[in-house]
């Protein structure tokens, strides 16, 4: 199970920590990936980050501006955001997928397999 928090409303150029937090005592074993839908748009990808956290990968509208980490003894997923923009305004979600590899990460949400419930972003110009 996976509980997405942290969203609220911000200002453009602010910053926001997301956090997703995960039941079990295998996190460590999941990569973990982030995805957002803003109203009347598809959902996308974000970010994602292997299970050890040592990959990660972005989509090209956040690079730069978000960073995903890990802290697998919490059992919790990160999304660091700055540099927000009124366009990063959205429902994020949280994503986990069971991966034998340290290196694997994955950028389609078809690959996920556990979903957080969402939190709400808001980003105002």
């Known amino acids: 199970q996976l509980q997405a928090s942290g969203g609220g409303l911000v200002q453009a150029g602010d910053f926001r920590r997301l956090s997703c937090a995960a039941s079990g005592r295998t996190f460590s074993s999941y990569v973990m990936g982030w995805f957002r839908q803003a109203p009347g748009k598809e959902r996308e990808f974000v970010g994602t980050i292997s299970r050890s956290g040592g990959r990660t990968y972005y989509s090209e509208s956040v690079k730069g501006r978000f960073t995903c980490s890990r802290e697998n003894a919490k059992n919790t997923v990160y999304l660091q955001m700055d540099s927000l923009k009124p366009e990063d305004t959205a429902v994020y979600f949280c994503?986990?997928?069971?991966?034998?590899?340290?290196?694997?990460?994955?950028?389609?949400?078809?690959?996920?397999?556990?979903w957080g419930q969402g939190t709400l972003v808001t980003v105002s110009s």
């Open positions: 994503s986990a997928r069971y991966s034998g590899s340290f290196s694997d990460y994955f950028v389609e949400s078809s690959s996920y397999d556990y």
